[in-house]
């Protein structure tokens, strides 16, 4: 019997993904234009590199302007993600049916009223469902704007969460980076759910 799990997810039949954004910002005023640069890390690899130009893509949304070369820049964007491995359990989708008695009544006259009295029992097929653990990936993308000018002061922050049973981050990061942004700047502590086309990898 195939177990029927209830995540975040994409599927077959409906071919969606969908996000969860929660952010916290005090966006300056006069941000508009302003140059940005990511947090210089020594360490960063090849894969980080890659979700950095997936962010990149996705900046353009809060109207800053990236750094080239030596110009300097008013705001540090930095990113850290992960993946934790989650259980939950999922309802099989074919039930069995666990068979019960039950007493049975008839109704009769008596004394100028209609009273019931018992005639035997009776038996029925009651649908009984099984429960079974089942595995999901839990995804989080974080993403953090600093304002240099203001002593280093976040200004920006996004968490993105999404669970699927999808093996590869990178499968998932390009749809958790455009969570980043949606509905930039929004209002402190609102969750956000982005669904997306897997056909059209867009929000919709």
Known sequence: MAASV???TACSTTQRFTTQTTSFQQWPANAQGQLYR???DAGQDLEKSSYENLLRNQIWKTGLVEALGSQKARFEVSFAYGIQ???QLVRENDPFYDPFFYPSFNFGWGWGHRHP???GVGFAMAPQYRYVQASYNQYQLHVSIRDLNNRGAEVYQATVLADSNKVNLTQVMPFLAASVFDGFPGQNGQVRKI??????NEPN
């Open 38 to 40: 990511f947090e210089a």
């Open 117 to 119: 009295f018992y005639t």
């Open 195 to 200: 669904n997306f086309d897997l056909d059209k």
């Open 85 to 87: 491995s989650r259980q």
């Open 6 to 8: 209830l995540l975040l």
